[in-house]
C-alpha cells in the first residue's frame, strides 16, 4: 500500500538540497572537502514513491574528533579559560545574543524538523518555539542562581562564598526524536554554567542544526561550542577514549550509554547526564472516566507516532472495564489522521526511520504467535513509510512487545484483575521514568499514588505521560535516567558547589573587602544581576 503524492505546499517544498559543508572548532566554520553522507526524508516528493533527498553532512574521522576536543580544552584552559572564568553577567549576554539570532532561523528549523524526522507542523513549530522559551527561562534561572550566591555565609569563625562552577569539558549527543528541544535541554546549561562543549547531532534531525551553525560561532568565545558531524562510533568513541571528557550529556538508549562510558579510562571521574529509555506504563483501573482516559491515552501512545521515550508504550486495562475500553479505544486509533506533517489536523505521520515498519511487523508477528489479537481493523497495514498502528491485546509478559521498548505505532494492552500486577510489573522492570494513572476512587487512588511515587518519577493523575512543562523535574530510576533535566535542575547537574572560605580575622577581612570594592576577582561577587 502507498501514499500518493499530496500537493506539497510551496513554502515546504525541497528546491535545493542543503549540502552542509561545515563544522564549527575552534571559533572557526571549518570547510571540509572529505567523504559525506546523505540525508534523505522517507516522504516522498514524487508520484511514485521515493525517499526525497534533502542533501549532505561531512562525515567526520578521528582526527577531526579529537580537534574538537582540543578546542574544547584549549577555551576551557584548565579552569583558566575566559569561558569558565567569566562574569555570569557577560555569559548571559553572550546567550541573549544567540537565541536572538537563533529566533530568527525558525522557519527554515520548522521545515527541517519535518522533512527529517516526519513531525507535523504543528508540532515542529511548537518544538522550536518551546527550545526559545527554554532558553529564556534558563537565562532567567540562571540569574536567580546568581542572585541568591551573590553573599557571604559564617559558620564557627568561617566566611564562606559559596557558588557553583563548572564541570569542564562535555561531550553532548542528542536524540532524534526532538532534535533541537532535548538537545538544546543538555547543550544550553552545559555552556551556560561555564563548560566547553562538543555536539554532535542524531542522525535524524542532523541538518536542522546547520541553519543555527552561524549563531554558535558568533555569540560565543572561541572552543566554547563545537559541533561535529560524523558517525558515534567513529567521532564520539576517541573523544572518549581520551578520558579528558568531564561529562557525557547523552540522550539515546543505555546501550549506547554504556558503550561511551566503558571508552573512558577513569569513568569513576565521569559524571553522567542521561535520559535514556523508558516503558510507561498507563494503568485503567474499573472506575476511570472512560472519554477522558481515551483522549488520554491516544495521546499518550500516538503523540509523533510513539516515538517519544514518554509515550505510553503498555496500556494496563482494568479486567471489568477491558470490553469497552478495547472497543471505545481502537475505534479512536482507527479514525486518526495520516499524511504528511504539513498536511491540516494530521495526526500519524511518516516514520523517519527506514526499517521502522519492519521492526514494528516483527513485534507484531510475535504476539499473534503467541496468543495476542489485532483488535483494530487498520492494524498492521502497511505503507512505503509507516505501519498503522496496531492495538494488540491480551499482550502477555512473554511477547517482544511487552519486553521491548518500541518506539514507534504499536500498542500493548495487558488485562489484570488486582492492581498487585501491574505494580509486580513495574518493580521488575528495568525502567522507572513516568506512569499514568487513570480512576476516581481517593481511597483506591491513595495507596497507589504513595507507590508508584517510589516507583517512577512522575505520576501523571488522569492525564498522559510528558516531559513538560521543562520548568517541573525530568528525570528516571533504573535504566530510564541519570540526573535531572529541567530549567532549574540541568543548571545543577551541569556543574558543582564550589566557594571560597576564609578565617575571620583582620587580613582575611580586608582583603575580602577589597576584592569586593575592586570588582578584581569574577567569583567573589555580590553584585545583583537584574
Not at 16 to 22: F, G, S, T
Not at 295 to 301: H, S, Y
Not at 312 to 322: G, W
Given at each position: 500500500m502507498s501514499n500518493s503524492k499530496p500537493t506539497i505546499p510551496r513554502e515546504f517544498q525541497i528546491t535545493e538540497p542543503i549540502h552542509q559543508k561545515k563544522y564549527l572548532v575552534d571559533g572557526v566554520l571549518k570547510e571540509w572537502d572529505g567523504a559525506t553522507e546523505d540525508v534523505h526524508s522517507t516522504i516522498s516528493s514524487t508520484e511514485s514513491y521515493a525517499p526525497t533527498l534533502l542533501g549532505s553532512v561531512p562525515d567526520l574521522g578521528e582526527k577531526e574528533a579529537l580537534e574538537a576536543l582540543d578546542s574544547a580544552l584549549k577555551a576551557y584552559n584548565k579552569g583558566q579559560g575566559a569561558w569558565p572564568t567569566m562574569r555570569v553577567k557577560d555569559r548571559i549576554d553572550c546567550m541573549e545574543s544567540f537565541v536572538k539570532k537563533m529566533e530568527t532561523k525558525r522557519e527554515e528549523v520548522v521545515k527541517l524538523l519535518m522533512w527529517e524526522i516526519g513531525k507535523s507542523l504543528p508540532d515542529s513549530q511548537k518544538e522550536f518555539d518551546r527550545t526559545v522559551e527554554y532558553?529564556?527561562?534558563?537565562?532567567?534561572?540562571?540569574?536567580?542562581?546568581?542572585?541568591?550566591?551573590?553573599?557571604?555565609?559564617?559558620?564557627?569563625?568561617?566566611?564562606?562564598?559559596?557558588?557553583?562552577?563548572?564541570?569542564?569539558?562535555v561531550l553532548c549527543l542528542g536524540p532524534y526524536n526532538y532534535p533541537l528541544n532535548e538537545t538544546f535541554a543538555l547543550l544550553i546549561p552545559a555552556i551556560m554554567m561555564g563548560n566547553t562543549t562538543i555536539f554532535k547531532p542524531a542522525k535524524y534531525g542532523v541538518l536542522l542544526i546547520a541553519p543555527l551553525m552561524e549563531a554558535f560561532q558568533s555569540s560565543f568565545p572561541n572552543g566554547v561550542v563545537n559541533i561535529i558531524f560524523g558517525r558515534g562510533r567513529t567521532v564520539a568513541s576517541p573523544i572518549m577514549g581520551t578520558g579528558k571528557v568531564d561529562v557525557l550529556a547523552l540522550i539515546g538508549n543505555s546501550k549506547s550509554a554504556n558503550a561511551l562510558q566503558n571508552q573512558h579510562p577513569k569513568s569513576n571521574r565521569l559524571r553522567l547526564v542521561l535520559g535514556l529509555e523508558a516503558k510507561n506504563p498507563a494503568?485503567?483501573?474499573?472506575?476511570?472516566?472512560?472519554?477522558?482516559?481515551?483522549?488520554?491515552?491516544?495521546?499518550?501512545?500516538?503523540?509523533?507516532?510513539?516515538?517519544?521515550?514518554?509515550?505510553?508504550?503498555?496500556?494496563?486495562?482494568?479486567?471489568?472495564?477491558?470490553?469497552?475500553?478495547?472497543?471505545?479505544?481502537?475505534?479512536?486509533?482507527?479514525?486518526?489522521?495520516?499524511?504528511?506533517?504539513?498536511?491540516?489536523?494530521?495526526?500519524?505521520?511518516?516514520?523517519p526511520e527506514p526499517d521502522k515498519p519492519e521492526y514494528i511487523q516483527g513485534l507484531i508477528d510475535d504476539a499473534l504467535a503467541k496468543g495476542a489479537k489485532i483488535l483494530n481493523k487498520k492494524g498492521g497495514k502497511r505503507f512505503d513509510n509507516y505501519i498503522w498502528p496496531a492495538v494488540?491485546?491480551?499482550?502477555?509478559?512473554?511477547?517482544?512487545?511487552?519486553?521491548?521498548?518500541?518506539?514507534?505505532?504499536?500498542?500493548?494492552?495487558?488485562?489484570?484483575?488486582d492492581i498487585e500486577e501491574p505494580l509486580d510489573?513495574?518493580?521488575?522492570s528495568n525502567y522507572g521514568q513516568q506512569v499514568s494513572l487513570f480512576g476516581k476512587d481517593v481511597y483506591a487512588l491513595s495507596p497507589l499514588i504513595d507507590a508508584l511515587a517510589n516507583l517512577v518519577c512522575r505520576v501523571n493523575l488522569n492525564s498522559s505521560c510528558q516531559r513538560g512543562p521543562d520548568v517541573y523535574p525530568f528525570t528516571g530510576r533504573k535504566d530510564s535516567a541519570q540526573a535531572?533535566?529541567?530549567?532549574?535542575?540541568?543548571?545543577?547537574?551541569?556543574?558543582?558547589?564550589?566557594?571560597?572560605?576564609?578565617k575571620d580575622n583582620e587580613l582575611n577581612n580586608e582583603i575580602l573587602e577589597k576584592l569586593l570594592e575592586t570588582k578584581l576577582s569574577n567569583f567573589i561577587s555580590t553584585d545583583y544581576i537584574l
Amino acid at each position: 500500500m502507498s501514499n500518493s503524492k499530496p500537493t506539497i505546499p510551496r513554502e515546504f517544498q525541497i528546491t535545493e538540497p542543503i549540502h552542509q559543508k561545515k563544522y564549527l572548532v575552534d571559533g572557526v566554520l571549518k570547510e571540509w572537502d572529505g567523504a559525506t553522507e546523505d540525508v534523505h526524508s522517507t516522504i516522498s516528493s514524487t508520484e511514485s514513491y521515493a525517499p526525497t533527498l534533502l542533501g549532505s553532512v561531512p562525515d567526520l574521522g578521528e582526527k577531526e574528533a579529537l580537534e574538537a576536543l582540543d578546542s574544547a580544552l584549549k577555551a576551557y584552559n584548565k579552569g583558566q579559560g575566559a569561558w569558565p572564568t567569566m562574569r555570569v553577567k557577560d555569559r548571559i549576554d553572550c546567550m541573549e545574543s544567540f537565541v536572538k539570532k537563533m529566533e530568527t532561523k525558525r522557519e527554515e528549523v520548522v521545515k527541517l524538523l519535518m522533512w527529517e524526522i516526519g513531525k507535523s507542523l504543528p508540532d515542529s513549530q511548537k518544538e522550536f518555539d518551546r527550545t526559545v522559551e527554554y532558553i529564556y527561562d534558563t537565562i532567567e534561572d540562571y540569574k536567580q542562581l546568581d542572585r541568591n550566591s551573590a553573599k557571604f555565609q559564617k559558620h564557627d569563625g568561617v566566611y564562606a562564598h559559596i557558588r557553583r562552577g563548572p564541570l569542564g569539558v562535555v561531550l553532548c549527543l542528542g536524540p532524534y526524536n526532538y532534535p533541537l528541544n532535548e538537545t538544546f535541554a543538555l547543550l544550553i546549561p552545559a555552556i551556560m554554567m561555564g563548560n566547553t562543549t562538543i555536539f554532535k547531532p542524531a542522525k535524524y534531525g542532523v541538518l536542522l542544526i546547520a541553519p543555527l551553525m552561524e549563531a554558535f560561532q558568533s555569540s560565543f568565545p572561541n572552543g566554547v561550542v563545537n559541533i561535529i558531524f560524523g558517525r558515534g562510533r567513529t567521532v564520539a568513541s576517541p573523544i572518549m577514549g581520551t578520558g579528558k571528557v568531564d561529562v557525557l550529556a547523552l540522550i539515546g538508549n543505555s546501550k549506547s550509554a554504556n558503550a561511551l562510558q566503558n571508552q573512558h579510562p577513569k569513568s569513576n571521574r565521569l559524571r553522567l547526564v542521561l535520559g535514556l529509555e523508558a516503558k510507561n506504563p498507563a494503568i485503567v483501573l474499573s472506575d476511570a472516566d472512560l472519554d477522558l482516559t481515551i483522549d488520554e491515552c491516544i495521546a499518550g501512545t500516538l503523540s509523533f507516532n510513539g516515538q517519544r521515550c514518554t509515550a505510553l508504550k503498555v496500556v494496563y486495562v482494568q479486567n471489568d472495564i477491558a470490553e469497552e475500553f478495547n472497543t471505545r479505544f481502537v475505534e479512536a486509533v482507527d479514525k486518526q489522521k495520516f499524511g504528511n506533517p504539513w498536511d491540516s489536523g494530521v495526526k500519524l505521520t511518516p516514520l523517519p526511520e527506514p526499517d521502522k515498519p519492519e521492526y514494528i511487523q516483527g513485534l507484531i508477528d510475535d504476539a499473534l504467535a503467541k496468543g495476542a489479537k489485532i483488535l483494530n481493523k487498520k492494524g498492521g497495514k502497511r505503507f512505503d513509510n509507516y505501519i498503522w498502528p496496531a492495538v494488540l491485546y491480551p499482550v502477555t509478559k512473554d511477547m517482544r512487545v511487552y519486553q521491548e521498548e518500541q518506539f514507534g505505532p504499536v500498542i500493548p494492552i495487558v488485562p489484570f484483575t488486582d492492581i498487585e500486577e501491574p505494580l509486580d510489573d513495574m518493580a521488575e522492570s528495568n525502567y522507572g521514568q513516568q506512569v499514568s494513572l487513570f480512576g476516581k476512587d481517593v481511597y483506591a487512588l491513595s495507596p497507589l499514588i504513595d507507590a508508584l511515587a517510589n516507583l517512577v518519577c512522575r505520576v501523571n493523575l488522569n492525564s498522559s505521560c510528558q516531559r513538560g512543562p521543562d520548568v517541573y523535574p525530568f528525570t528516571g530510576r533504573k535504566d530510564s535516567a541519570q540526573a535531572t533535566l529541567s530549567v532549574h535542575d540541568a543548571l545543577r547537574s551541569f556543574s558543582i558547589r564550589t566557594f571560597v572560605a576564609s578565617k575571620d580575622n583582620e587580613l582575611n577581612n580586608e582583603i575580602l573587602e577589597k576584592l569586593l570594592e575592586t570588582k578584581l576577582s569574577n567569583f567573589i561577587s555580590t553584585d545583583y544581576i537584574l
